[in-house]
């Protein structure tokens, strides 16, 4: 596993020149839940997309300024068998953990942890008022790392890299490289490339994406448009796997802000109980044998 941490300037880059774009496949609307202490989200990657959208397993988005629907937070609770991301637009959040790690998450920092063999961490609000808005992600593991050591890193807002263009699109490389610009943390085998891109209104901008590569856009400000589809405000657009696509154009209809994440698929069986992810049902049991008997701490 690599990671690299700089702590730059924003620098104007030249876009990508693609030959065509991947199209939208699919739009999703999230579903309304909740999780945790009763922290309200809205779940946008759900479990029937796992296989579409392998190596993900799921986004959360949460967006509130009522406490009421945040101060419970995520207390303690046990992971196995694959990564979380959690990006913070506004708020602060603290996190704990069995392995000794601890850390506060806050506007624009990105907290990546790796549960592997299994943790169990909680995440709670720092703040009894204001807005808490941000996103989890999971990230599966391949079978052969689903029992690694666990992980944990912060990454507070300064330490994410970013680029401009000569239109003043901004886009901030959390994961993997674009047009150029290597983010903050890079895996050798799901490859994910995960962007938050801020469009001004009629603004296009374009990245290369693998062809093989799963891919899908959030829109969490605004709309856009992917190969003449609209994309509105909390919508997902899944982008399409055409073979002759060598990457993907978005178009802002009025300002925006959107999530790009991409990753190279694991083609591998998921099996999910929970908060454990693995290969197959033993290894569920394993896992929540594992819990009960106090062995992931």
């Given at each position: 596993?690599?990671?690299?941490?700089?702590?730059?300037?924003?620098?104007q880059?030249?876009?990508?020149?693609l030959?065509?774009?991947?199209?939208?496949?699919?739009?999703?609307?999230?579903?309304?839940?909740?999780d945790?202490?009763?922290?309200?989200?809205?779940?946008?990657?759900?479990?029937?997309?796992?296989?579409?959208?392998?190596?993900?397993?799921?986004?959360?988005?949460?967006?509130?300024?009522?406490?009421?629907?945040?101060?419970?937070?995520?207390?303690?609770?046990?992971?196995?068998?694959?990564?979380?991301?959690?990006y913070?637009l506004?708020?602060?959040?603290?996190?704990?953990?069995?392995?000794?790690?601890?850390?506060?998450?806050?506007?624009?920092?990105?907290?990546?942890?790796?549960?592997?063999?299994?943790?169990?961490?909680?995440?709670?609000?720092?703040?009894?008022?204001?807005?808490?808005?941000?996103?989890?992600?999971?990230?599966?593991?391949?079978?052969?790392?689903k029992?690694?050591?666990?992980?944990?890193?912060?990454?507070?807002?300064?330490?994410?890299?970013?680029y401009?263009?000569?239109?003043?699109?901004?886009?901030?490389?959390?994961?993997?490289?674009?047009?150029?610009?290597?983010?903050?943390?890079?895996?050798?085998?799901?490859?994910?490339?995960?962007?938050?891109?801020?469009?001004?209104?009629?603004?296009?901008?374009?990245t290369?994406?693998?062809?093989?590569?799963?891919?899908?856009?959030?829109?969490?400000?605004g709309?856009?448009?992917?190969?003449?589809?609209?994309?509105?405000?909390?919508r997902?657009?899944?982008?399409?796997?055409?073979?002759?696509?060598?990457?993907?154009?978005?178009?802002a209809?009025?300002?925006?802000?959107?999530?790009?994440?991409?990753?190279?698929?694991?083609?591998?069986?998921?099996?999910?109980?929970g908060?454990?992810?693995?290969?197959?049902?033993?290894?569920?049991?394993?896992a929540?044998?594992?819990?009960?008997?106090?062995?992931l701490?």
């Open positions: 596993m690599q990671t690299t941490t700089r702590i730059t300037q924003a620098t880059v030249t876009q990508a020149t030959r065509q774009s991947r199209g939208i496949e699919r739009l999703v609307e999230g579903v309304a839940t909740s945790g202490a009763g922290v309200k989200l809205t779940r946008v990657l759900t479990g029937q997309l796992q296989h579409r959208l392998d190596p993900y397993l799921m986004l959360d988005a949460f967006s509130s300024d009522d406490p009421n629907d945040y101060i419970g937070g995520f207390p303690d609770h046990p992971h196995r068998g694959f990564e979380t991301i959690t913070m506004s708020g602060r959040m603290r996190h704990r953990d069995s392995a000794g790690n601890e850390g506060l998450l806050e506007n624009g920092g990105v907290q990546w942890m790796t549960a592997g063999r299994g943790v169990i961490h909680s995440e709670l609000p720092e703040q009894e008022n204001g807005v808490m808005e941000g996103f989890q992600l999971w990230l599966n593991l391949p079978a052969r790392d029992m690694t050591e666990p992980w944990y890193r912060d990454f507070p807002s300064a330490a994410i890299p970013e401009r263009t000569a239109d003043e699109i901004t886009v901030r490389v959390i994961a993997g490289t674009s047009n150029g610009v290597a983010g903050a943390v890079s895996r050798a085998d799901t490859e994910p490339l995960y962007l938050d891109i801020h469009l001004p209104a009629g603004c296009a901008y374009s290369a994406l693998p062809a093989g590569h799963n891919a899908f856009i959030y829109v969490y400000r709309a856009v448009q992917v190969a003449g589809t609209l994309v509105g405000s909390r997902m657009g899944i982008l399409s796997n055409a073979t002759e696509a060598d990457g993907v154009t978005i178009t209809t009025e300002d925006a802000r959107l999530l790009l994440i991409a990753g190279k698929p694991l083609h591998q069986p998921i099996v999910q109980y908060p454990f992810v693995m290969n197959t049902q033993a290894e569920i049991h394993q929540l044998d594992d819990f009960r008997a106090g062995r701490a």
